[in-house]
């Protein structure tokens, strides 16, 4: 119920209450009880909504954003294997969302609460002391090797009853790959420098963006391993193949940069959307996210307006902004392309003023009018 038709009703019962009541300790009493209900109703709520707004800040994952029928699929294959033991490989290109998807499934489960701990393959080095594959995973004590001053926890003992993510498994050499293997299968491990095996309480979720069965007949994965990590497979699309989600996705960023920086901005323009749609995201979930955050950055409107979109967007043949269209053109083609890109450079350099550009091109305000007009750009008179 929203606070102010809650604030009417609890009137109204106040109202009704000091009519009929006949003695002052049951109006006390009544009025009491009367407020505790109404608003214990609304402050549920208003804690609700609290808790979503920190997830956005702290990046809690509450949902996997997208209508397609590729994310409809990926949600239902999360929910229905959060609350099993069993290990997840999570697959798809950079920026898809790896990770939001793995926390995801660690929030969904019966570890939520517990900690969720990120193992990255890539920063592993091949040999051994810190950064190897078992001062990470495994710990180790003081003076277990040179450098090693202090005794320090691996991945596997920090997410003792929670989740551990092994980022970018492909990364890892093969030596690397036969230790993960043997942990897998035992569940045990012993810091380096002691004697002393620990079960390890962890749920494993893996992922890559490489294909492993190519690796597999290159003799670059173990095959063993591969069919260890593959019980129950994910696989996220790139978000060239969800192109409908990516509104949904751009005002969940809106909203997160929104409370990040402390901005007010409600929507984006018509242009904006068309370049949003029309680029084809080499980065994917990823890089929409930096965009969006640039354009917050850059906006000093309620909307995101074409021009604050970062360089990669403008200038991009897919989004119909190039300084030379793609292919062989004719030269009143080039030129309009040329005039297009000049008057885009000049709005972009004055935040959307089209007096401010104007004068910068020596062009009067009837004739800046007329352009912007004419190539369907974005601008303002202040």
Sequence with gaps: MESSILQQETLRQITETLHHSRSKEGLERKLQEIISENFASL?????????????????????????????????????????????????????????????????????????????????????????????????????????????????????????LFIDEVADLSLPAQTKLLQFLQDRKFARLGSNIVQNANVRIVASTG??????????????????????????????????????????????????????????????????LMSYHWPGNVREL??????????????????????????????SGTSLIPEGAAALSTLLRSYEREILIEALRRNSGNLSAAGRDLQVSPRMMHYKVKKFGLEAHEK
């Design 43 to 163: 402050g549920k709520a208003y804690e609700q909504k609290f808790q979503e707004l920190r997830n956005i800040v702290s990046g809690t994952p509450s949902e996997l954003i997208g209508n397609t029928r590729a994310m409809q699929e990926v949600e239902r294959q999360v929910r229905q294997i959060a609350n099993s033991e069993a290990v997840v490989l999570i697959r798809g290109a950079a920026g898809t969302g790896k990770e939001h998807t793995a926390r995801t499934i660690h929030t969904l489960s019966e570890r939520n609460g517990k900690p969720f701990v990120i193992l990255n393959c890539d920063s592993l080095n091949t040999g051994e002391g810190f950064n190897s594959l078992d001062s990470e995973l495994f710990g180790y004590e003081r003076g277990a090797f040179t450098g090693a001053t202090s005794r320090h926890l691996g991945k596997a003992e920090q997410a003792s009853g929670g989740t």
């Design 210 to 275: 490489k294909d492993l069965e190519r690796l597999m007949q290159q003799g670059l994965f173990r095959e063993d391993l591969y069919y260890r990590l593959n019980i129950f497979q994910i696989k996220l699309p790139e978000l060239s193949q969800r192109k409908t989600d990516i509104l949904l996705l751009a005002d969940h960023f809106i909203g997160k940069m929104n409370l990040k920086y402390g901005k007010h901005i409600l929507r984006l323009s018509t242009p904006a959307i068309d370049m």
């Design 289 to 318: 996210e930096n965009c969006i955050e640039h354009a917050c950055l850059a906006t000093t409107d309620v909307s995101i307006n074409a021009y604050d979109l970062p360089p990669t967007l403008q200038t991009d043949i897919t």
